[in-house]
């Protein structure tokens, strides 16, 4: 007897497998784009033990330096829809609320005490840790700090335990600390560092303050930059337009809110409504209805639609190249001296926001990268070979997940090498030189200067 499987038919005619997951699972990537499922992977709310390939390498090799670049975790919304009653979140913390984490109460603790950091500018006029019952628009929540407190662990466990990149008696020379100046970068950074030092000591935090989002420092200077920038905005604009889907989305909101639909537009309703989503809470509702899933899903998906457009259309990326040089050549520079054996800044934190690490990632190359996710990390791992001392490679990491010969710079390197790194000197080479080739320019100041071909 041949027995032939056949799919379930429910009473209402439909297959059970056709079905959008509305909890999907993590490990097992859907085979479309799911905007329910996209959604959840950017909410990144703390459940599973996270696996990562950080601290990977051949036995003989060593490392000597990790550079991480932050997002910040889970906040509350920039942008309130209007005529809606904000979402109800409470932004206090709370140890016996989920999520949470076993160090929670004692990273209250700590941050409640005075502290001796060192905080530039305003940064020492910020609070340490979110306090609001009602969030404050931008604020992080309690999700977003259990998020950098299990990141801190995870790195804690790979570099200080396995690795021992820091010792017990560690300096405030060996780090280097940056953030933008809103608390939510902040406060991630603390929560990261309370979990991740060997002991968390307030009189050794240096925290510099970084004006800018894209963390260009002192080369802010680019007029091609905005020139790209610009030209991208314009390509976001006429995608939308376009999208017919969309627009009646949008006319039914804004029926529902009893706003014009270009005021509705304006604020950016996929940002408040994420936050509703990620906490499970209720989409608003008015006396002319609410506002639902599908609403959602069709604004959720012109936003990855709009993600891969990006990507083909290369503006984004020359924008990207301009905006993330002074912070990769940072890298890069550090990365060289502590490979010629400086001790210092061998762990390096920038906190930052999402218009940081996206730039970024297209820099580099990495197309199969999602949007980064609250709480995402990139990881840059020096490491020597300790057979031959003088030779010095880096792994790159996203999430932990390797994507190291995703770039750009070490696609091919694989392929003729048995070692699962990428020389230092390849990125060395695509910070000082390769960047500009496509701008046909050989450095930095005139890629920024020179008009558009």
């Given at each position: 007897v041949h027995?032939?499987?056949?799919?379930?038919v429910?009473?209402?005619?439909?297959?059970?497998?056709?079905r959008?997951r509305?909890m999907?699972?993590?490990?097992?990537?859907?085979?479309?784009?799911?905007?329910?499922?996209?959604?959840?992977?950017?909410?990144?709310?703390?459940?599973?033990a996270?696996?990562?390939?950080?601290?990977?390498?051949?036995?003989?090799?060593?490392?000597?330096?990790?550079?991480?670049?932050i997002r910040?975790?889970?906040?509350?919304?920039?942008?309130?829809?209007?005529?809606?009653k904000r979402?109800?979140?409470?932004?206090?913390?709370?140890?016996?609320?989920?999520p949470?984490?076993?160090?929670?109460e004692?990273?209250?603790?700590?941050?409640?005490?005075?502290?001796?950091?060192q905080?530039?500018?305003?940064?020492s006029?910020?609070?340490?840790?979110?306090?609001?019952?009602?969030c404050?628009?931008?604020?992080l929540?309690q999700?977003?700090?259990v998020?950098h407190?299990?990141?801190?662990?995870?790195?804690?466990?790979?570099?200080?335990?396995?690795?021992?990149?820091?010792?017990?008696d560690?300096?405030?020379?060996?780090?280097?600390?940056?953030?933008?100046g809103?608390?939510?970068?902040?406060?991630?950074?603390?929560?990261?560092?309370?979990?991740?030092?060997?002991?968390f000591d307030?009189?050794k935090i240096?925290?510099?303050?970084?004006?800018?989002t894209?963390?260009?420092?002192?080369?802010?200077d680019?007029?091609?930059r905005?020139?790209?920038?610009?030209?991208?905005q314009?390509?976001?604009?006429?995608?939308?337009?376009?999208?017919?889907?969309?627009?009646r989305?949008?006319?039914?909101?804004?029926?529902?809110?009893?706003?014009?639909?270009?005021?509705l537009?304006?604020?950016?309703p996929i940002d408040?409504?994420?936050?509703?989503?990620?906490?499970?809470?209720s989409f608003?509702?008015?006396?002319?209805g609410?506002?639902?899933m599908e609403?959602?899903?069709?604004i959720k998906?012109h936003?990855?639609?709009d993600?891969?457009?990006?990507?083909?259309k290369?503006?984004?990326?020359?924008?990207?190249?301009?905006a993330?040089?002074p912070?990769?050549?940072?890298?890069?520079?550090?990365?060289?001296?502590?490979a010629?054996?400086?001790?210092?800044?061998?762990f390096?934190?920038?906190?930052a926001h999402?218009?940081t690490?996206?730039p970024?990632?297209?820099?580099?190359?990495?197309?199969e990268?999602r949007?980064?996710?609250?709480?995402?990390?990139?990881?840059?791992?020096?490491?020597?070979?300790?057979?031959r001392?003088k030779?010095?490679?880096i792994?790159i990491l996203?999430n932990?997940?390797?994507?190291?010969f995703?770039?750009?710079?070490?696609?091919?390197?694989y392929?003729?090498?048995s070692?699962?790194?990428?020389?230092l000197?390849?990125?060395?080479?695509?910070?000082?030189?390769?960047?500009?080739?496509i701008?046909?320019?050989t450095?930095?100041?005139?890629?920024?200067?020179?008009?558009?071909?």
């Amino acid at each position: 007897v041949h027995l032939i499987p056949v799919n379930p038919v429910r009473e209402d005619g439909l297959n059970p497998k056709s079905r959008k997951r509305i909890m999907p699972d993590l490990l097992t990537e859907p085979p479309a784009i799911d905007p329910v499922y996209e959604a959840h992977v950017y909410c990144n709310i703390p459940s599973i033990a996270e696996r990562s390939m950080e601290g990977h390498a051949p036995h003989y090799f060593k490392l000597v330096s990790v550079q991480v670049l932050i997002r910040h975790g889970d906040r509350y919304p920039l942008y309130a829809i209007p005529k809606t009653k904000r979402p109800d979140i409470d932004c206090m913390l709370v140890p016996s609320r989920k999520p949470s984490h076993p160090q929670l109460e004692a990273f209250i603790k700590h941050m409640s005490k005075g502290s001796a950091a060192q905080m530039d500018g305003s940064l020492s006029s910020l609070p340490h840790f979110p306090s609001h019952s009602l969030c404050e628009m931008g604020e992080l929540t309690q999700t977003g700090v259990v998020q950098h407190l299990r990141n801190g662990q995870l790195l804690r466990e790979i570099y200080i335990n396995k690795h021992k990149l820091l010792p017990g008696d560690w300096t405030a020379k060996q780090l280097y600390l940056e953030t933008t100046g809103k608390s939510r970068t902040l406060q991630s950074a603390l929560a990261l560092l309370y979990t991740f030092l060997p002991d968390f000591d307030w009189k050794k935090i240096n925290m510099r303050h970084q004006w800018s989002t894209i963390f260009c420092s002192g080369s802010c200077d680019c007029p091609m930059r905005n020139h790209y920038l610009e030209e991208e905005q314009r390509r976001q604009y006429s995608l939308r337009v376009k999208n017919n889907d969309l627009e009646r989305i949008y006319v039914d909101m804004a029926k529902i809110v009893g706003i014009p639909t270009r005021q509705l537009r304006a604020s950016n309703p996929i940002d408040s409504l994420l936050c509703y989503f990620c906490h499970n809470v209720s989409f608003p509702c008015t006396k002319a209805g609410c506002i639902g899933m599908e609403h959602f899903k069709v604004i959720k998906r012109h936003q990855l639609e709009d993600e891969r457009e990006r990507q083909e259309k290369k503006l984004y990326f020359l924008y990207a190249l301009l905006a993330t040089h002074p912070l990769l050549n940072q890298t890069v520079n550090r990365l060289q001296r502590i490979a010629e054996g400086k001790k210092e800044e061998v762990f390096v934190l920038y906190s930052a926001h999402d218009v940081t690490l996206s730039p970024v990632l297209s820099a580099l190359g990495i197309t199969e990268a999602r949007f980064p996710r609250f709480a995402a990390r990139l990881v840059f791992e020096l490491w020597q070979d300790g057979k031959r001392p003088k030779e010095h490679f880096i792994r790159i990491l996203y999430n932990g997940a390797d994507v190291t010969f995703q770039t750009s710079f070490c696609k091919d390197h694989y392929k003729r090498s048995s070692k699962p790194m990428c020389p230092l000197e390849k990125f060395v080479n695509f910070v000082k030189r390769d960047m500009f080739l496509i701008f046909n320019s050989t450095s930095y100041y005139d890629a920024c200067h020179r008009k558009a071909l």
